[in-house]
């Protein structure tokens, strides 16, 4: 379980690790004083915030409806028998 975690942390960080280590090679600093004025930062969050909240409309309007009751999982003589719609 913590190999796992750990695997997904990895893969979660590597894009930013990358982008360090070419800044770092570049010699480069991301955000030099007034690159991120109040005005700027605000748009940016208020651009993100909508991004985020059509992207969760948008999936929930196209997901796979079920339709009927959910029979959650359980053991039928001595076999475990999966959740399902019916």
Do not use: C, D
Request: proline share 7%.
């Amino acid at each position: 379980m913590i190999v796992r975690a750990l695997e997904m942390l990895a893969l979660f960080l590597a894009p930013s690790a990358v982008y360090l280590l070419w800044l770092i090679w570049a010699q480069r600093h991301p955000a030099p004083p007034g690159a991120w004025s109040g005005a700027r930062a605000f748009w940016l969050v208020v651009a993100g915030l909508a991004a985020a909240i059509f992207g969760l409309f948008a999936f929930g309007l196209s997901a796979e409806r079920q339709q009927g009751a959910y029979t959650p999982a359980h053991v039928e003589n001595g076999k475990l028998v999966p959740g399902r719609f019916k």
